[in-house]
């Protein structure tokens, strides 16, 4: 099992229309937990942090499952500028690669 | 607060030639990465740093080698640059278990 798996995309959804991204990863010692967004030729930039209840911030929603090792990320009422690459990040603690781990990203494109 | 700094943006090198991509950030961050991203791909982590004075490999560390003399610094040494090399450059830095950010990126390509 890979570190940190995302779903394979791309995620083709219409204007309007609710989607979720789900993560697992393999380290039950991981500590923390965050959603980034890239556009393309762009650096990836912080979409949120993911806490042990739950998080929410306008139309995006963070959910941990630690007992099933997974994160989740719902996107209601999607817009065209939501159109981006989404990557999963695990902090494992300790251990080699500075402790994070990115997942290979899912690519979301919403059509007008 | 400029956060993470990169230079240069572009940058075309001749096959055999060497240069330094300059990384700089001013949050007083312990850790430090630089990443590759070709496109269409994921980000591989090149090196990475837990403070002054300490660095270790990540993934993709062949043909490159980094320093971190200060906090704030962390170039990337490119070595003898290869076509294999030509790519994205992103450095990023963070604050413990806290989230990372990522400088804007120097593309690079080799030819």
């Known amino acids: 099992r890979k570190e940190v798996e995302q779903d394979p995309g791309p995620f083709n959804v219409p204007e309007g229309a609710t989607v979720a991204f789900n993560c697992t990863y393999s380290?039950?010692?991981?500590?923390?937990f965050f959603w980034y967004r890239q556009d393309c030729r762009k650096e990836p930039k912080l979409l949120m942090s993911?806490?042990?209840s739950g998080n929410e911030d306008g139309r995006f929603t963070a959910q941990l499952n630690r007992a099933s090792q997974y994160i989740s990320l719902l996107i209601r009422d999607s817009k065209l500028s939501d159109s981006a690459t989404y990557l999963c990040?695990?902090?494992?603690?300790?251990?080699?690669?500075?402790?994070?781990?990115f997942g290979k990203g899912t690519k979301l494109s919403v059509k007008p | 607060n400029a956060g993470v700094t990169q230079t240069p943006k572009f940058r075309i090198l001749k096959i055999g030639q060497s240069m330094t991509l300059q990384c700089t950030q001013d949050?007083?961050?312990?850790?430090m990465y630089w990443y590759r991203q070709d496109p269409g791909m994921g980000l591989k982590l090149i090196y990475y740093?837990?403070?002054?004075?300490?660095?270790d490999k990540g993934e993709v560390p062949n043909g490159y080698n980094v320093s971190r003399s200060t906090t704030e610094d962390f170039p990337l040494r490119l070595e003898l640059a290869a076509p294999s090399q030509t790519s994205v450059y992103f450095c990023?830095?963070?604050?413990?278990?806290?989230?990372?950010?990522f400088g804007p990126g120097t593309r690079l390509t080799v030819t």
């Open positions: 990023a830095s963070r604050w413990g278990s806290r989230e990372q950010y």
């Open positions: 990040v695990v902090n494992i603690g300790g251990g080699s690669q500075g402790n994070l781990i």
């Open positions: 993911v806490y042990s």
């Open positions: 740093s837990v403070g002054a004075g300490i660095t």
């Open positions: 380290n039950s010692a991981s500590q923390s």
């Open positions: 949050m007083n961050h312990n850790y």
